[in-house]
């Protein structure tokens, strides 16, 4: 059978219609609805608590957020709500008592999320903003995977790169299994320094790490490798042509400043894909870096040279 039903985003008398059917045409209806677009995400959210509880946490398994979604108006306001909790009933308005609500039902979507997207800076402000606050701060609580991607406005080429702690917030309240991170950062020194930063502790719980578009220059590239995470895969995405007699592209390891030596776990493998769009390519070379293990990490890295296609299984970036 094929059920087509049209949903108005304003449509308010979806509440009474879903209560008069059976459990699982609910879920069929809300569920093609509601994962269409944001906008009807948002639609769906007006529903009543019960009637959003009864549907949620078998729906948002994917959840993207991303400032052309406009879902930052959505975030400010849970941000807003999150900060009144503590006021009591007697002071609550009625407006705040629907925004109360409004907070549950995020919740649930939060709560059932296990791939979480954000994109751009201000998403990822205002969504650490919101973690930050000990009665968000596991919101995200069953995340596995999260992608944090494109700070860039698209109309505006100019870095601006958030707070490290909103994304080392971001990190600590989700604890996933797999990250994707593609920043967009054209600085190798930054770059570096952000990556050292989230293995202060952020990155306990990650069992594989992708960085897309670490910064590389004409003769090499330097990748931070970091401890106790089996799988890292690292995407060089910006084709830069060779000098004059030039002939591979090296590519030079780093440990990351997170433990002493003696406490290092070192990863189980390590990826490094030539993913660029150029016709023609360097090969890519792994040369001895002045860093302890080396001779282990040889051993477990896989180079593949932009001939293949490679996808990433995270984000679907290829």
């Known amino acids: 059978m094929t059920l087509d039903i049209q949903l108005s985003h304003s449509d308010q008398i979806l509440s009474g219609i879903l209560s008069t059917l059976p459990e699982e045409l609910n879920h069929m209806i809300l569920s093609s609805f509601a994962t269409q677009s944001f906008e009807n995400l948002k639609c769906v959210?007006?529903?009543s608590t019960g009637n959003y509880t009864f549907f949620a946490?078998?729906?948002?398994?994917?959840?993207?957020?991303?400032k052309e979604q406009g879902c930052l108006s959505i975030l400010w306001s849970i941000d807003?709500?999150?900060?009144?909790q503590d006021e009591s009933d007697e002071q609550i308005t009625n407006h705040g008592r629907e925004c109360r609500k409004q907070h549950e039902r995020f919740g649930i979507i939060a709560s059932s999320t296990k791939k979480l997207s954000i994109t751009h800076e201000e998403v990822i402000k205002a969504l650490g903003n919101i973690l930050k606050s000990p009665i968000n701060y596991r919101l995200f609580k069953n995340v596995d995977e999260l992608i944090i991607r494109n700070l860039n406005d698209r109309n505006n080429h100019n870095m601006h790169l958030p707070?490290?702690?909103?994304?080392?917030?971001?990190?600590?309240?989700?604890?996933?299994?797999?990250?994707?991170?593609?920043?967009?950062?054209?600085?190798?020194?930054?770059?570096?320094?952000?990556?050292?930063?989230?293995?202060?502790?952020?990155?306990?719980?990650?069992?594989?790490?992708?960085?897309?578009?670490?910064?590389?220059?004409?003769?090499?590239?330097?990748?931070?490798?970091?401890?106790?995470?089996?799988?890292?895969?690292?995407?060089l995405e910006d084709y830069i042509v060779p000098s004059i007699g030039q002939t591979s592209l090296c590519i030079q390891y780093e440990m990351s400043s997170s433990q002493a030596i003696f406490n290092r776990i070192l990863p189980e493998e390590i990826h490094v894909y030539a993913n660029w769009n150029g016709i023609h390519g360097l090969p890519l070379k792994l040369v001895d870096s002045n860093i302890p293990y080396m001779t282990?990490?040889?051993k477990l890295t896989f180079l593949h040279d932009f001939e293949d296609h490679h996808v990433c299984e995270i984000c679907g970036k290829d």
């Open 45 to 47: 959210t007006l529903l």
């Open 57 to 66: 946490p078998i729906l948002f398994k994917s959840l993207e957020l991303n």
């Open 80 to 84: 807003a709500i999150g900060n009144q």
């Open 163 to 235: 707070n490290d702690q909103y994304i080392k917030t971001i990190f600590n309240s989700t604890l996933p299994k797999k990250v994707c991170l593609d920043l967009g950062i054209p600085f190798a020194n930054t770059w570096k320094r952000i990556i050292n930063d989230l293995s202060q502790g952020s990155l306990d719980s990650v069992e594989e790490f992708i960085q897309h578009g670490i910064p590389i220059s004409n003769l090499e590239v330097k990748l931070i490798i970091l401890n106790d995470i089996k799988i890292q895969r690292f995407f």
């Open 296 to 298: 282990d990490l040889r």
